[in-house]
Every structure is written in C-alpha cells, then in structure tokens.
C-alpha cells in the first residue's frame, strides 16, 4: 500500500540528505519565510515544506507536472484533502497508544501480543479512509489521486479481513507450542520452526486411542524460577517469525499512514500559502518548466517579502529567452536582491511541483542551485573575508554541474574594485564557457561594464530603475551598468534627508503596481 | 631440504648468544611504538622477541626478503592468513570446550576444533602447493605439509571427523510445551505454522523496514532445561552420541609441532605486512632494501615509521625525504629551524637501517643500507633537576662509552648535544667528537644548531629542514641537502583556491 502523491512510483523521502549548500540556501532567499508560510505554526508541515523545496531541483518535469495537477485537485477540493490528513493523523497517534508490556519489544510473545492490538486499530481506520474514498474519489482529476483512491479500493476488500482474524485467534496457542529443532553448534538446540500442533489435526479417537510417538516427558518444578524462564525463552524462540509477520504488517501500515500524512503535508502547505496570498490579492500561476534555456515572466514578486508585508509586491516583467548571464546594477535600495531572490524562489518553487508568485513564470530546469552572497562577518576568524568569499566560491565549484544555476549578490567585494573585478570576470568567464546560468548582482563597475562591452549575445544587463529626481520604482529594467550605484543617495538620504521624499526611504521596500 | 623455521634458514646460528630485550635505541628511535603497532592484536602470539633481534649476515636477510615477497603475491598470503585464522579459531573453540560443564557440550566443541584444523593444514597444504612460492622458507614449509597431510594418522582423523559431524547434523527433534510439562520426542514432519502466518500477512509486509526477529543472546553453555531436553535427545538417538564418546578420548593429541610453531613464526611477516598495508592505502611506499657493507647509502621517499603511523590515522599528509651518501661523506649534520624534521630525519635514518636488519621492506621507494653490527643514539633527555654541569657531563660520558665501543661497522645517531654549555666549548667538543667519529669511520646522523659541524669537510654532509617557499611560516618538514632558497612569494589567494580562470578550466572539466 503506497500513498505515491509526490511522485509517480516511488515514497517520498522526508529524511533524505538535504543539498550540501542547504543552510546558504535558506539564509539567502529567507527560505524559512517560505515555509513558515506554509506552515502556518504547525512543525510538521514546516519540515515537509522544507525537504519538499530544498531538494525539489531533482525533480524531471513529469514528477513536477504530477505535483502540479495533484496540487491543482487540493486547491479545489481543500476540506476533503484536509480530512484524509486528519484520518492519517489519527492512526499514527492511536499507534503511538498502544500498549508495550514491560519486557515487549524484546521479547517475541511480547512483539506478538502488541502487534494483534495495532492491527485491529489500524483495520478502523483503513475502513474510514476507505468511506472517504467512496464518497469523494469522482470529484478529483488528477492521476495521482485517482491511483490513490482505486488502490484503497482493491486491498480493503472485507475478506481477507476476516481472514486476518481467524489467526489473530489461532496465534493464543490453547493447545500448548510445538516446536521443532536440530543440534546447533556445541550440540545446543537450533533452527526452532513453530510447527501445527497435533490436535489441529487429529480427532478425539485417534488422540485417545492411536499411536502415540516415541517422547520423554518432564515437568517444571512451581519454584524453579530459572527454568520458567529457560522454557518461555525457548517459547520465544519458536515464536520469532509469527511475531515477526504481524509486527512488520503494523509497521507497514504505520509507514502508510506516515507516507500519506507526509505527502499531504506538501500540498496542505500549498493550500495554506496560496490562502494568504490571494487574500492580499497577489497573483499566483503554475510555471511552465523548460528544457531550453528559457527565461520569461511577468510579475515576478518576492513571495517571502509579500508574507512580511501588508501591501502587494512590486513585481516585474522581463524576457531573458536564450540568455545564460544576467548582470544586474543600479541604485542602493532599489529591489537588486529582492529580484535575486525573487529568481531563485521562482525557480525553487517550481521545481517543486508548486505554484510561483507571479502572473507568469517560466523557466529552464536546472539541477543545483547555489547562492553566493556577500556574508556580513567573518565566522572563521583565521581568513580574511575575502579569503572567507573565495573558500565559498571554490565550495560552489566543487559541485557545479552544466545544468546549474548560481546567484551572486556582490561577491568578491571584499577587496579593491580591479582586484574584484578580475577574479569575477575569471570565475563567471569559465562558468559560462560550462554554460552554467548565473544572475550576478555587483556593484564591481569595471567587471560589469567589462561584460558589456563584449556584447555577449548570451547576456543580458538589467539596471535598478531610478527617476531623475533619484526616487527608486524598485522595477528592473534592462540597461547598461552606470559607473556610480548612488550610494551617494544613500548617504544623502540618511545624512541629509530632509532634500528628499522621505517616505521613498522609510519603506523601501513597498511598492505599487 | 628439511624445515625448521619460517624465519631462520638457520636458526641455530642466528639465535646463538643473543639477548632477546627491548634494545636500548628503541625509546629514542621510537621503535617501541612501531613495534607496539605492528604487534597490536596478535599478543597471543608473543612476536616481540622477534623484532628484537636484528641480522647478521646477509644471507639471513634475503631469506626473509623472499618468504616476505612470497607472502606479498596474494597466492601465497590468502592461504597463509586462511591458515592462521583457522587455527586462532581451533584454539578459541578448545578454549571453550574446557570452560563448559555438561559433557555432550564438550565433546561437540572438541569435535569442531579437530574438524577446523584437519580442515586448515589440508586447505593450506593444497593451496601453498598451487601457489609455487619462489622462497626457501616455504619451499620446505610445503613439502613438510605435502608429507603431513598424507600420512595415514592424518586421513582417518578427517574421515572419522566428518562421519561424526554429519550423524549429528542429522539429529531433528520436537519439543511440545504445554504448561509446565515439556515433552521431548522425534520430529513427524509436522507443517511449519510460522510459514502460514507469513503468508497469510504478506500483502502488508512489501517493503518491511525494521527486523522484529529477535537475536537470541547466544551463550556457549546451556541452561538446565536445554541439558534436559539434550539428554532426552540422547536417549532418542543412542549411538550418534556413545561413538561421539569414543571419538574424543582417542584423538585428544592431534596438534602436530612443526604445524604450531609456523603458526606463530609466520605472524612475524603477516603482523609487518599488515602494517604497511595501512600506509600504503595512504599512498606510501615501501621496499626491499639492498643491505651491504658499503657505506654509500641511499634512500628515497622515506618518512618516520611511528609518526607516520599518527599522521595517517589523522588523514593528514606524510612528508617523505631522501638521503644519500656518495665517495667519502659519512656523516648527516642536519640543521634548520626547530619543528622542521630534524629529529624525525634522525629517526627515520635509525629506523630504516634497523627495520632492514630484521629483513624487513623499509619506508621508502628504493634504499641501499648498510650492514650495521651495532647502533647507538644519544638524544637529548628532557632536562631533569640536574644541574647544567651535570648534563654536559653525562652527555660526555655517554658519548666517550658509545665511541669505546664502536666499530668501522657501528651507526651513530645523535640529537642536539652539547646544548648545555657555552657555544664556544660546544664548537671544540664537537669538533674533537667529529675526529673521533671520522676516525672510526662511522655512519653518522648528527642534528645540531653548531653550523661549524655541517661546514668540517668532504664528510660531512649539511642537511637543512627548510620551509615552504610560498609560506615561511607554516613548516614542510623537509630536509634537504642544499640550504634554504630565500624568502617565500606571496600567492594570489585566488590561486590558492583554485579559481583563476586556467584552474578554473581545469576543475570544471568533468
């Protein structure tokens, strides 16, 4: 019995290995926004957020178009995929009640006794989710739930339960234990096979009246404390596989449970995000992933600003088709690393399997995505920062692949612009050569401007827009790098700011559409 | 040709007169730590007295050259080691067989071991013959063991074995319990019920994760419900268990002599080889030294046994260093900044020319060495309350004895003497010690700060651990024969880290 409602054929693996550049990943695009967002408080549909996200950039465009239309079903049908969660839910925490004798998990007739409790609580649960089914199954499209629904149909089927039952009672052994063995090494007992018992088989007359077998017969003293002790061991050990049986069917059905709550975990945070944003009135669309290098959207916003703010999002619009270098520059404080990580949360989020934050999105797959940002400190105390940024960099390339992404938000800053600009232009200049996308945003005149002036038809330049009078539109527009970024304006700003509408820069960050 | 011993061509006049103690150089040398290395794990076999004891002729050396070569071609160490780890279990089962208590017991671990050792000297004999070894020490090992296993005695205490084992395996039984009454009689093919169940829950079980079986804590000895049910066992099956009997009071000598004593005298090469296979998964290598009178030494790529043994344990990088000397030079006088391998040079000269008198392969590419009949070394000892006087003294006395001692054939290592005196007296008494040693025409390593040492003549080789050009401050633990080169570059740190565009190129090669 599988759940398969992340992917076509397989579990979904909560405790797989997260990508090595996970917590860089999470600190530069404010990835536990995102999944707070998702999560609305609840822990556990947090982490299956956060697994689901971070090691979404393995998913093939089938598992995400599989997720896609499974997601599609849960936002039209919101209550009847909360209630199978609930139903999941609830097996796991009725399993969590059963009873463990004191010495039970060691101990196969212990194993065993526990094992019969789980199955019959699972059996009620399985029969609910079975109601569900009947009930609501014509009301969902997607293949992935209607494999669901078709696969609780075929293997709850009343039979073979009352099969189950049948040796629930056998499994008391009121006719004694038989069992058989050979001589072990140093001529102890072994190889205990549980064997059916005689009277299973003979009649009254044949037991009374037949043959009997050739035995020897002793009998354990009342007080002989260590040799009641000996005899339940040796019980056990013919027991060992029949507990064995009935302890992994529990587990598995358990892991069902699991596997179904964790699956539908992903989509009730999808359900959960895509509430809040359509209550403020932002866009959301399903991307179309590509296998070209392809680029185009249209009201790209940052979907972990807009969590953090009342207003809308400021969003933007650009068609980078065919381009695998996007240069960005401009003004402070003008939306430079809002669209970086407005890019790389798109990106995330698509491939895995959800919506994005935008009217429209579509983009190449790639298979890594790394981000290399400027840190603010230098947590190693021995190297410098620049040396610090470089062992990040060189960390990147050891796992780079052709199909990757890499996103810089002022790298390479921590020394003089020539020096900067030389090592930026060597590492992007033999990253593109392996065609690795890259989005660059740098302040590093001499490199951006070195770029341009080689009229790559590959790149793109986008620039911070900024009116005249030096106000800020937070949208990019393409554009050549001009040789200031205004900090000056900055500086004025904060220093000076009576000369400029002030409120400009007390919300940098809102926009208006 | 008859064997004797695996480690001897002739052990009668390689074992005449010699002490078998640790000798007096193995502390500076740091020998005794090698030697704990090499022996961890096989203390039941005793095999420090043998690396206690170096050769004296050359011939002694290339007898364990070849049985070592031999042991190095995985036709010949495969059934060596089969063999030895055979026998480590026939011991451990006799062992136990004497800890338990009920008689049935016994007699079964009794039989296991006969069956293991028949089984390890027939399997040995066959596949040492197979394997053609090329060394004299197995040359006659084999035909020892060809001759063993055919002889009568030998045959019919394997067949016996075997008969006996197979009556026993056949033994199946059934035990019924029902309360507190356990009956025990023969097994009428009742049907598996465990099968039933597993059956029956199989749709659940796909993909089971987590085992449920339950490992039973298996002690060697029984409880007295099993003796019980093993008795009802007996007086099921009557004959198996009286010609089990019989069995075990004919056969209780069986062990053959020759047979031990290899046992123990191979692990000698097995425990070395084992070693080194440590450092060379770390990319190390070793060789087996030409050993001769001549005093033109050389070695290449060699490195300190004992810390090397540290270092690849940490997974950090062994610095290796060649030596040689050429005409007349005799002595190393190694100088250089503290922490940059002088005194590990030192040891690694010592050790090398020890570890080849065993008859050992040495840490190194390729290495000529020389025939020592004695070594001696005199490292400084950490200061203690005796007064400055007092060490100079000592350091004195030690010397004059080593040098009354020593013979044109004697090696000298020494480490920084005379420290505790003015420069001045340090200057003279070394250059009086250096007439002496020139005179005797010892082979000499002598780490020392006194740069009079290293500049005395044609001797005198100067040896200097140097730095690393591009960082002077971290250390490379070179030691080299020319001096030092100057002062180090600064690298871009872009290079360091592989990111200028050539490397860059390079590494994203895929």
């Not at chain 2, 007996?234 to 019989?246: Q, R, T, V, W």
Request: with cysteine; proline share 4%; charged share 25%.
């Amino acid at each position: 019995m599988k759940a398969f409602l992340m992917y076509r054929d397989r579990d979904f693996d909560l405790n797989r290995v997260l990508p090595w550049n996970e917590r860089a990943l999470t600190q530069d695009l404010e990835l536990d926004t995102l999944f707070g967002g998702m999560a609305r408080g609840d822990k556990f549909l947090f982490d299956v957020a956060k697994a689901a996200v971070l090691c979404g950039l393995e998913n093939d465009s089938e598992t995400i178009a599989y997720r896609q239309n499974i997601l599609w079903d849960c936002l039209r049908n919101p209550a009847v995929a909360r209630s199978i969660y609930d139903v999941a839910v609830a097996a796991i925490e009725g399993e969590k009640g059963s009873y463990w004798s004191f010495f039970g998990s060691k101990y196969p007739g212990g194993i065993l006794h526990r094992a019969i409790e789980a199955l019959q609580m699972f059996v009620t649960m399985l029969k609910k989710l079975k109601d569900i089914a009947d009930e609501h199954a014509g009301k969902f499209e997607s293949k992935g739930f209607q494999n669901f629904f078709a696969m609780l149909r075929r293997e709850l089927d009343p039979a073979y339960f009352a099969r189950i039952d049948e040796h629930l009672k056998e499994l008391k052994f009121r006719d004694g234990i038989l069992i058989s063995a050979e001589l072990g090494k140093g001529n102890k007992g072994a190889g205990y096979v549980l064997r059916k018992t005689p009277a299973q088989k003979r009649n009254l007359i044949d037991r009374v009246f037949g043959p009997k077998p050739p035995g020897y017969t002793f009998h354990l003293h009342p007080r002989d404390e260590s040799g009641a002790k000996a005899l339940s061991t040796l019980k056990d050990k013919g027991l060992n596989l029949a507990a064995n049986a009935l302890a992994q069917s529990g587990d598995h059905i358990l892991s069902f449970f699991n596997m179904l709550r964790t699956e539908l975990a992903f989509y009730l945070g999808c359900v959960n995000l895509q509430e809040q944003l359509s209550k403020k009135g932002e866009p959301t669309s399903f991307p179309a992933p590509s296998s070209e290098p392809m680029l185009a959207f249209a009201g790209l916003y940052d979907v972990c600003l807009s969590l953090k703010t009342a207003q809308r999002i400021v969003g933007n619009d650009i068609n980078a088709d065919g381009k695998e270098l996007v240069i960005i520059t401009g003004a402070n404080q003008g939306g430079k690393s809002t669209f970086l990580r407005s890019i790389g949360l798109a990106q995330m989020m698509m491939q895995a399997g959800m919506f994005v934050s935008a009217q429209s999105f579509q983009s190449e797959l790639c298979d890594r995505l790394f981000t290399h940002y400027k840190r603010e400190e230098d947590v190693t105390m021995r190297s410098g920062k620049f040396d610090e940024e470089l062992g990040r960099m060189s960390e990147i390339v050891d796992h780079v692949t052709p199909s990757s992404m890499i996103l810089f938000n002022e790298s390479f800053a921590a020394t003089n612009e020539r020096e900067g600009s030389e090592i930026a232009k060597q590492i992007v200049t033999a990253l593109l050569q392996r065609h690795v996308r890259i989005f660059f945003v740098t302040h590093l005149y001499e490199f951006a401007h070195g770029l341009c002036a080689m009229r790559m038809g590959n790149a793109i330049f986008l620039r911070a827009e900024r009116r005249p009078d030096g106000a800020r539109t937070f949208r990019l527009v393409e554009g050549e790098p001009l040789q200031t970024s205004y900090g000056k304006d900055l500086y004025d700003a904060i220093f000076t700011g009576r000369d400029r509408p002030r409120s400009e820069y007390t919300a940098p960050m809102r926009g208006r559409r | 040709m008859s064997f004797q011993s695996i480690l001897f061509e002739h052990p009668e006049q390689e074992l005449r007169g010699k002490a078998v103690g640790e000798p007096d150089f193995f502390a500076d040398l740091n020998l005794g730590q090698v030697v704990d290395a090499i022996c961890a794990g096989r203390e039941e076999y005793d095999l420090k007295p043998f690396f206690y004891r170096s050769l004296s002729s050359v011939d002694a050396i290339g007898y364990r050259h070849e049985v070592m070569r031999d042991l190095e071609n995985a036709d010949v160490f495969a059934p060596v080691s089969a063999f030895t780890e055979k026998l480590r279990l026939m011991r451990a089962h006799l062992a136990q067989a004497e800890k338990l208590h009920y008689k049935f017991q016994k007699e079964a671990w009794f039989l296991d071991a006969v069956e293991i050792y028949c089984d390890a000297v027939y399997g040995f004999a066959q596949d040492l013959a197979a394997a053609a070894p090329a060394s004299r020490g197995f040359g006659a090992l084999c035909g020892y063991f060809g001759a063993y296993v055919a002889a009568p005695s030998f045959t019919s205490l394997s067949a016996e074995t075997k008969r006996i084992k197979a009556d026993l395996a056949r033994v199946k039984y059934c035990v019924l319990i029902r309360g507190p009454s356990v009956t025990v009689r023969k097994y009428e093919s009742e049907p598996d019920y465990s099968k039933d169940v597993e059956e029956t829950f199989a749709r659940f079980n796909e993909s089971a994760v987590k085992d449920y079986r339950v490992e039973f804590s298996e002690w060697p000895d029984m409880n007295h419900i099993e003796a019980q049910i093993l008795e009802f066992v007996a007086l099921l099956y009557p004959e198996i268990f009286s010609n089990l009997d019989a069995y075990c009071a004919k056969n209780r000598n069986y062990l053959d002599a020759t047979v031990a004593v290899f046992d123990r005298e191979v692990q000698f090469y097995l425990a070395y080889l084992e070693h080194l296979a440590v450092f060379k998964r770390a990319g190390l290598q070793f060789c087996y030294p030409e050993v001769s009178e001549r005093k033109d030494i050389y070695s290449s790529e060699t490195f300190d046994l004992a810390l090397a043994h540290k270092l690849v344990a940490e997974s950090r990088p062994v610095v290796c260093n060649d030596f040689y000397l050429k005409g007349r030079e005799r002595i190393f006088a190694v100088s250089g900044p503290n922490q940059g391998g002088k005194t590990t040079f030192a040891r690694t000269f010592g050790q090398l020319h020890y570890l080849a008198s065993l008859g050992c392969p040495v840490p190194g590419k390729e290495a000529r060495l020389f025939l020592f009949d004695r070594m001696f070394t005199h490292f400084e000892r950490e200061e203690n309350i005796a007064n400055l006087h007092g060490k100079l003294q000592d350091d004195l006395i030690r010397i004059h004895d080593i040098l009354d001692w020593a013979t044109p054939k004697t090696i000298l290592i020494m480490n920084e003497i005379f420290t505790s005196t003015t420069l001045q007296d340090a200057i003279f008494l070394s250059e009086k010690i250096l007439e002496r040693i020139l005179e005797l025409d010892l082979l000499c390593v002598w780490v020392t700060f006194i740069d009079e040492v290293a500049g005395y003549g044609e001797q005198v080789v100067s040896m200097v651990s140097s730095t690393d050009p591009r960082n002077p401050a971290s250390r490379t633990f070179k030691v080299v024969r020319r001096p030092a080169d100057g002062l180090a570059h600064a690298m871009a740190i872009a290079e360091k880290y592989g990111l200028t565009y050539d490397r860059l190129k390079e590494r994203l090669r895929t």
